[in-house]
């Protein structure tokens, strides 16, 4: 596998592993919260800790998917957005007491909204290596996975669990591409790779090659002898 692009899917992975962490703290930060607490405080500081790693791993695999992947503007575009949304929703999310005029965190629309794109991002990795049916499977798992994030609106929970499932998701996709390239399930091309050249042989032409030089070598034989036997 190409360092960089095992890097770059590596901190992807642990970026989408964070945010799974911070879904879990935010969530449990709400249900005790009390400004009175040196707990809820300490756990306050863990949350927004644990976000913004969760950022810096996204935004580094970006960089390193774009200086890697030969080609594929379109995913890294995408999932550059992508990034760019989650970031712009966690704000919102985080400070929705203040932007509660536009932002509804318990929005039933906003969660199928929020679904729907995350679903294509995902869906467009397809083209790391398409027509793989494996990876085409890891793929539409996924998508459903991310489809059904936004039922939790319906059980009265607010977008962190759409953005929960969603990080669950993209743990399992890149996942299941590093297992596959390390397995040679599936090949990625990247900038700097070299090139395999498959070497060919004939044997029929070996042989021919090899009875013409027998044939060479008995030849001199026989003259050597003759003209031994004349002197």
């Given at each position: 596998m190409h360092k960089k692009l095992s890097l770059g899917l590596y901190a992807a992975f642990a970026g989408n592993l964070l945010f799974v962490l911070f879904a879990v703290l935010a969530y449990w930060y709400y249900k005790i919260y009390d400004p009175s607490s040196g707990f809820v405080k300490f756990l306050e500081k863990a949350t927004y800790t644990t976000l913004f790693l969760g950022f810096i791993s996204l935004v580094a695999s970006e960089v390193l998917f774009c200086?890697?992947?030969?080609?594929?503007r379109l995913l890294k575009s995408v999932y550059g957005l992508y990034i760019v949304m989650e970031a712009v929703m966690m704000y919102l999310e985080l400070n929705?007491?203040?932007?509660?005029?536009?932002?509804?965190?318990?929005?039933?629309k906003l969660a199928v909204i929020h679904s729907l794109l995350s679903?294509?991002?995902?869906?467009?990795?397809?083209?790391?290596?398409?027509?793989?049916?494996?990876?085409?499977v890891v793929i539409i798992v996924c998508i459903g996975l991310i489809m059904?994030?936004?039922?939790?609106?319906?059980?009265?929970?607010?977008?962190?669990?759409?953005?929960?499932?969603?990080?669950?998701?993209?743990?399992?996709?890149?996942?299941?591409?590093?297992?596959?390239?390390?397995?040679?399930?599936i090949e990625i091309d990247c900038y700097g790779d070299s090139a395999r050249v498959a070497e060919y042989k004939?044997?029929?032409?070996?042989?021919?090659?090899?009875?013409?030089?027998?044939?060479?070598?008995?030849?001199?034989?026989?003259?050597?002898?003759?003209?031994?036997?004349?002197?």
């Amino acid at each position: 596998m190409h360092k960089k692009l095992s890097l770059g899917l590596y901190a992807a992975f642990a970026g989408n592993l964070l945010f799974v962490l911070f879904a879990v703290l935010a969530y449990w930060y709400y249900k005790i919260y009390d400004p009175s607490s040196g707990f809820v405080k300490f756990l306050e500081k863990a949350t927004y800790t644990t976000l913004f790693l969760g950022f810096i791993s996204l935004v580094a695999s970006e960089v390193l998917f774009c200086m890697t992947l030969r080609m594929r503007r379109l995913l890294k575009s995408v999932y550059g957005l992508y990034i760019v949304m989650e970031a712009v929703m966690m704000y919102l999310e985080l400070n929705s007491a203040r932007y509660r005029r536009f932002y509804e965190p318990y929005s039933f629309k906003l969660a199928v909204i929020h679904s729907l794109l995350s679903a294509v991002v995902c869906f467009i990795f397809v083209y790391l290596d398409p027509y793989k049916v494996n990876f085409e499977v890891v793929i539409i798992v996924c998508i459903g996975l991310i489809m059904g994030g936004m039922f939790g609106n319906l059980m009265g929970i607010r977008i962190y669990f759409s953005i929960l499932v969603n990080a669950i998701a993209y743990s399992l996709m890149f996942g299941a591409i590093i297992y596959m390239l390390k397995k040679e399930i599936i090949e990625i091309d990247c900038y700097g790779d070299s090139a395999r050249v498959a070497e060919y042989k004939s044997v029929f032409f070996e042989e021919e090659v090899d009875d013409d030089e027998a044939e060479d070598e008995s030849e001199s034989t026989e003259d050597t002898d003759n003209k031994t036997e004349q002197k």
